[in-house]
């Protein structure tokens, strides 16, 4: 069995910085990518940056040059380095795994964390 768990999260003032962690665990052989979602009260879910195996990124245009999303590939877990923060980050951040393969089945399945909170305050 898979499980992500996130951490980091918490109340900063605007202006501030927030790291974020997601760390798979389990019998798992490889993570193709790895998301940073949000959800906002009464908000979609939305994409907020996205990390493949080999390092390439992908940023929402809102958190562009303020967030970077890294990974470390041993340890299985996923950063997100959140600087500059506005009221408007707010939201519960969840970290998405796709297409992890897990052994011996080598099973390819999609996992979601549990979300933190991330509240900024003007």
């Known amino acids: 069995q898979v499980q992500l768990v996130e951490s980091g999260g918490g109340l900063v003032q605007a202006g501030g910085s927030l790291r974020l962690s997601c760390v798979a665990s389990?019998?798992?052989?490889?993570?193709?990518?790895m998301i940073w979602y949000r959800q906002a009260p009464g908000k979609e879910r939305e994409l907020v940056a996205s990390?493949?195996?080999?390092?390439?990124?992908t940023y929402a245009d809102s958190v562009e040059g303020r967030f970077t999303i890294s990974r470390d590939n041993a340890k299985n877990t996923v950063y997100l380095q959140m600087s500059s923060l506005k009221p408007e980050d707010t939201a519960v951040y969840y970290c998405n795994a796709r297409s992890i393969v897990v052994v011996p089945s080598l099973r390819q399945d999609d996992y979601w964390g549990q979300g933190t909170q991330v509240t900024v305050s003007s």
């Open positions: 389990g019998s798992i052989r490889s993570i193709n990518i």
């Open positions: 990390i493949t195996s080999s390092g390439r990124t």
